[in-house]
């Protein structure tokens, strides 16, 4: 138990049906199991720790209660063929015991008349004589004219169908014979001609009995007493058979008057149907509690009957009902017949039937094709509206009508706050709608499917999003000649920070809080947790953890494509030259009259694009400023990753045509801090972006210092940077120039104090 309750505590889903008892009792069987020691363990845990020891109980608890029902699944055929060898067991031995009893007469006369043989002729002729006028002279006794009359008074009641009457004659026909071999009444002729005619009577009323169960005609509580009376005839294997098959017999000439077509509603057409089977089923089964009792041998019986019913109902039901609606994608329509079906099932349980597992097994597939035909109509519908798709973001429509049911009021509960675009409107509202009836997805164990679906549908509107970024002049030439889904280009940055806003907020919010009504414990404990928000009760279920952990990653593949494509867009022209070389730094030195110091024109264009997309992506993710950050931080730290992996650009820094110079040096360092700088002041200025300009920086130095030249000696103060860094960040945001106290920017005259040495030099190593 301690190491299940480890697994639990790490995160590790624990499956019904998963962990065996065996290994869930380990602990107690070890030689070493101190008892003191472990209530001590349990003693001490906190509060979250029992929550978790009684949730494992309670999954040990179901899972031992599923092996037993599978365990008694599995043996019922062993159960009724034991049952049937005990019946005919039974038959053999009465035979014998007929068979010994006739034997036993016999040899009593044979032993009678022995004795004949030891009286003198003379005395023999004598009593002979004397016996002959005695039986002459006598006449018949009562028991004699009665077993004469015992015949003919089982015909008449035979005849006249009062069974009861003949039962009682015939128990009464039995005693009489047990109390004449006792006192020896009747001779032994008698006797045998008295026990046949008994025997014959009693196969007769057993005759007659079978007819009338198998007559349409023969009312519930006549069915019951003729079942009953078969039993006490001694034949109970056949009465219990015959019970079966008259409910059986029942239901069927009430099915003739059910005629499904084509046009049928599937969901009324289960219903009747639903009601006449487990109702004849439900009835089936209080009649054998009632007759037979609890017997194992006709319990078995009926459970496989039972469910040979509902395997025949099964069949019915996805003909006629579920086969149209799962072929369309219907899977509301799939769904509630399965729920009436499951319905009228689990109503069986109270007579200790649980066949539900059994007619979950049987829908499971009619289900699954409902919700992969589903799933296919949303990404279909989507994509459709995609092609068309302006990637404006605008509130939800009102009204809109959905799979025959009005949508506004999804709209309004779940996303009336969100803005999309209206691909991601339509995406969603079909989503809401799909989560609206998952009861048979739970029961029958398809929630993991049923989220692995939708991944692979958003996953497929993603791939749309990232076909709708115009595309470098790279990865056109790629794209010519291969096959690529229709969508309409978001051309304009307000267009393509809207196809973000689509993925997030539907990666993020939405998506997730549909998903978390696949929950059970979600659904049981609903009105518990109404007071909690959606993402802190949805945190508590690993298996949709990591899905939103895989939301989040397609996401993540949109926006290192958007940022990709806007660095590429930023470095390259549209013939294919940088924008950002090596050159424009090492050609510094030796070229220039008079410098003024300002940041590279690649990085004035990175700031004044990453301003833009901020002053966009504010009023996008209005409330959601953490989603604008993100995506700044990121398109930040590509460039600068970029320029950090781009091995010509440092082939030529290192081992160029011509060394970098003190202005080329100069002029890097500040384009770094530039971006340090305004990085900063937007606050999406990250760890990684921060160490990876550390890392650029110190590489550029390191080049620097191949030329035998002190770098430190060469750059100017931190402050005189900074200077031109905020002096660039007003002059390109639009504010004016300070009139008094504007430094010179054009000479870095400052000394080189040793302060502003080691701060170069922490940065760098850092």
């Not at 979250?48 to 365990?71: F, N, T, V, W």
């Not at 749309?464 to 051309?491: C, D, N, Q, T, Y």
């Amino acid at each position: 138990m301690a190491t299940a309750k480890t697994a639990r505590s790490r995160g590790a889903p624990v499956k019904e049906n998963g962990v065996k008892l065996e290994e869930g009792l380990g602990v107690f069987k070890s030689d070493r199991f101190d008892s003191d020691a472990y209530v001590q363990s349990k003693c001490s845990m906190n509060e979250k720790e029992i929550r978790q020891l009684c949730s494992y109980l309670l999954d040990l608890k179901k899972g031992s209660a599923e092996e037993m029902r599978k365990s008694v699944y599995a043996n019922y055929p062993a159960f009724i063929r034991t049952s049937k060898e005990i019946s005919d067991l039974e038959g053999e031995l009465l035979s014998i015991r007929n068979l010994l009893s006739t034997q036993s007469t016999l040899i009593h006369s044979l032993a009678d008349g022995v004795n004949i043989d030891t009286i003198s002729v003379n005395d023999a002729e004598g009593s002979d004589k004397g016996i002959l006028s005695k039986f002459e002279d006598s006449e018949p006794s009562e028991l004699e004219k009665w077993t004469e009359e015992f015949p003919d008074l089982l015909d008449v009641l035979l005849a006249e169908r009062r069974v009861d009457e003949a039962l009682s004659a015939l128990d009464k026909g039995e005693q009489v014979i047990a109390e004449a071999k006792e006192t020896k009444a009747l001779s032994p002729s008698v006797l045998s001609s008295l026990q046949a005619a008994i025997t014959e009577r009693r196969q007769n009323l057993a005759d007659q009995l079978s007819e009338s169960t198998c007559q349409p005609s023969t009312r519930g509580n006549e069915l019951r007493a003729a079942i009953s009376a078969l039993k006490k005839l001694g034949d109970g294997t056949r009465a219990h058979t015959l019970l079966l098959n008259a409910h059986y017999q029942r239901y069927q000439y009430k099915m003739q008057s059910l005629r499904p077509s084509s046009t049928s509603y599937g969901g009324a057409y289960t219903a009747t149907l639903s009601q006449l089977v487990f109702s004849a089923i439900a009835q089936a089964a209080t009649d054998s509690l009632t007759i037979f009792g609890k017997e194992p041998a006709y319990t078995s019986e009926l459970v496989i009957w039972a469910t040979k019913q509902v395997e025949a109902f099964a069949f019915l039901v996805k003909r006629h009902a579920l086969a149209s609606s799962a072929a369309a994608g219907g899977l509301r329509a799939a769904a509630e017949c399965v729920q009436i079906a499951l319905g009228h099932c689990s109503l069986l349980e109270a007579r200790g039937l649980a066949l539900c597992p059994t007619l979950s097994k049987l829908f499971r597939p009619s289900v699954e094709q409902a919700l992969e035909a589903n799933l296919k109509r949303i990404e279909e519908s989507t994509a459709a509206l995609a092609a068309a798709d302006e990637w404006v973001l605008t509130y939800p429509p009102t009204g809109t009508r959905q799979s025959g049911r009005l949508t506004s009021s999804i709209g309004n509960a779940t996303s009336f706050q969100h803005k999309l675009t209206s691909s991601a409107h339509r995406f969603n509202f079909m989503v809401q709608d799909f989560f609206e009836d998952v009861g048979p997805l739970l029961s029958m164990q398809l929630g993991g499917q049923t989220l692995e679906g939708l991944f692979q549908v958003f996953n497929s509107y993603v791939s749309m999003l990232i076909k709708a970024l115009p595309a470098s002049w790279e990865e056109e030439a790629e794209f010519e000649g291969s096959e690529i889904k229709i969508v309409r280009l978001a051309e304009t940055e307000a267009q393509q920070i809207a196809l973000l806003v689509n993925a997030s907020l539907l990666a993020e919010e939405l998506l997730p809080r549909a998903a978390m009504k696949l929950s059970p414990v979600n659904q049981s404990h609903y009105k518990d947790d109404i007071q909690r928000s959606a993402s802190d009760r949805q945190n508590r279920y690993p298996e949709q953890r990591e899905w939103k952990r895989r939301l989040a990653g397609s996401v993540e593949r949109l926006k290192n494509t958007f940022c990709s494509r806007h660095v590429l867009d930023l470095i390259y022209t549209e013939e294919g030259d940088s924008h950002l070389t090596a050159d424009m730094y090492i050609n510094m030195d030796g070229n220039a009259d008079e410098i003024e110091w300002f940041p590279s024109l690649v990085f004035q264009e990175l700031f004044l694009k990453l301003t833009r997309i901020a002053s966009i992506a504010a009023d996008m993710f209005a409330g959601r400023e953490r989603l604008a950050t993100l995506l700044l931080m990121k398109l930040t730290e590509t460039i600068v990753l970029w320029l950090s992996g781009d091995q010509n650009f440092w082939d030529d820094i290192e081992e160029g045509p011509r060394p970098l110079g003190p202005l080329g040096l100069q002029q890097f360092y500040l384009d770094m801090k530039f971006v340090i700088c305004f990085a900063s002041q937007g606050r999406y200025l990250s760890r990684n972006l921060q160490r990876a300009v550390n890392d650029i920086v110190s590489k550029a130095l390191t080049a620097f210092s191949s030329t035998g030249i002190d770098p430190y000696s060469v750059l100017p103060e931190d402050d005189w940077f900074y200077g031109i860094c905020q002096e660039a960040i007003d002059r390109l945001s639009g504010k004016p120039r300070a009139i008094n106290g504007e430094r010179d920017l054009n000479s870095p005259t400052a000394s080189v104090s040793a302060q502003s040495i080691s701060s170069v030099r922490s940065h760098g190593s850092s």
